[in-house]
């Protein structure tokens, strides 16, 4: 039973849901360093299933080029570059503070969500299928995943907001598996993640999630989507190297 695809699958999901229904029905006031001690709790339940059971191998290096990491990794890029003018601005108007605190929580968000996500869920979700579109059934599971763990911020948004939120993070989460898989390398994914989660203006204030208007959403969801078509098209993914992350190549 422990060597059931499925068993093996479905187990850390239910951890992180576990832990995650705890951090947000308990009754605990904001702060930082909270956050952060959720964060790291969430990260150790996976993990040590990871190293005393499942063994998913997690890719930290490169397998492409330093000049196909920009074309695949653009939005990295795109939200370092923004992140960039945003701390500018926070410095000069006298918020150090602030930019530490965002950037230490947005890191460790990232580090915690895509470790549990694309690095352990993702392969294990591939592995759950097979056949030539197994790529795509792991990718929509791991994110689909993803974007339902946001159901817990229900304990401190409206419905609409949670929604929304859900929506655009299985979006994302699809985007980050893609550049995750073509890279081979998780700390883009972790860094990405991290500049995506990065808001210094509404650090400390937990509560602020806008819903937003219904053409903006499904232009942005619809638009990370076809990013993540882009880079796992056909032609593509047949580079994508499975083998190092524990699993059967596609032939």
């Given amino acids: 039973m422990l060597k059931n695809k499925w068993v093996q699958l479905i187990t850390p999901i239910l951890v992180v849901w576990l832990v995650l229904g705890i951090s947000k029905f308990a009754v605990h006031p904001y702060s930082i360093?909270?956050?952060?001690?959720?964060?790291?709790?969430?990260l150790a339940g996976p993990l040590l299933l990871n190293l005393g059971w499942l063994n998913q191998s997690i890719g930290l290096t490169s397998t492409v080029s330093l000049h196909k990491?920009?074309?695949i990794n653009w939005y990295g890029i795109f939200r370092a570059l923004m992140a960039i003018v945003a701390v500018v601005i926070a410095i000069r108007n006298?918020?150090?503070?602030?930019?530490l605190s965002a950037f230490v929580l947005a890191m460790f968000i990232g580090l915690t969500?895509?470790?549990i996500f694309r690095g352990m869920l993702l392969p294990l979700a591939?592995?759950?299928?097979?056949?030539?579109?197994?790529?795509?059934f792991g990718v929509m599971v791991s994110s689909i995943v993803f974007g339902s763990s946001h159901l817990f911020n229900l304990t401190r948004?409206?419905?609409?907001?949670?929604?929304?939120?859900?929506?655009?993070?299985t979006a994302i989460g699809a985007f980050f598996a893609a550049?995750?898989?073509?890279?081979?390398?998780?700390?883009?994914?972790?860094?990405?993640?991290?500049?995506?989660?990065?808001?210094i203006a509404n650090v400390g204030r937990p509560d602020v999630q806008l819903a937003m208007p219904v053409i903006s959403l499904v232009i942005t969801t619809v638009a990370f989507f076809v990013f993540a078509w882009i880079l796992l098209r056909k032609t593509k993914v047949k580079t994508?190297?499975?083998?190092?992350?524990g699993l059967t190549p596609i032939i």
Wanted: charged share 20%.
């Fill in 113 to 115: 969500e895509e470790y």
């Fill in 240 to 245: 994508v190297d499975l083998k190092r992350l």
């Fill in 69 to 71: 990491l920009v074309w």
């Fill in 33 to 42: 360093v909270g956050e952060v001690t959720w964060e790291v709790i969430l």
């Fill in 179 to 199: 550049i995750y898989l073509r890279t081979g390398n998780l700390w883009f994914a972790i860094l990405t993640h991290a500049l995506q989660d990065l808001d």
């Fill in 94 to 99: 006298g918020r150090v503070a602030a930019v």
């Fill in 157 to 169: 948004q409206s419905l609409l907001a949670t929604s929304e939120q859900m929506l655009m993070a």
């Fill in 126 to 136: 591939i592995r759950a299928f097979s056949g030539k579109h197994q790529i795509f």
